[in-house]
């Protein structure tokens, strides 16, 4: 099975940074989009940055400017930088996978998405 990891969340002052990490263990071929995603309370989850697997990212309005998404595909790992954070960040934070396995001797794919547990950030005023 695949699972993902997520760890650097904690509670930061407003204009204060942190950095979230994101790996991926287990059965893993190669990953396609690699990306965080953000719950706030009584929120829906909403996208917050995305990593393709041909380089290029795309950010929530919100975050532009002020996060930034890289990746280290040997380590199977993503990181989000997240500079000048605001209590309205306040959020848990969810890595998010597309996983690529090779299912069969002709080179057939599939591919699934998986989640991490979550880590929380917090943002005081």
């Known amino acids: 099975q695949v699972q993902l990891v997520e760890s650097g969340g904690g509670l930061v002052q407003a204009g204060g940074s942190l950095r979230l990490s994101c790996v991926a263990s287990g059965r893993i071929d190669s990953i396609n989009d690699m990306g965080w995603y953000r719950q706030a309370p009584g929120k829906d989850r909403e996208l917050v940055a995305v990593s393709t697997s041909g380089g290029s990212t795309n950010y929530a309005i919100a975050v532009k400017g002020r996060f930034t998404i890289s990746r280290d595909n040997a380590k199977k790992t993503v990181y989000l930088q997240m500079n000048s954070l605001k209590p309205e960040d306040t959020a848990i934070y969810y890595c998010?996978?597309?996983?690529?396995?090779?299912?069969?001797?002709?080179?057939?794919?599939?591919?699934?998405?998986?989640w991490g547990e979550g880590t929380l950030v917090t943002v005081s005023s």
């Open positions: 998010n996978a597309e996983v690529v396995r090779v299912v069969n001797v002709e080179g057939a794919t599939v591919k699934k998405k998986y």
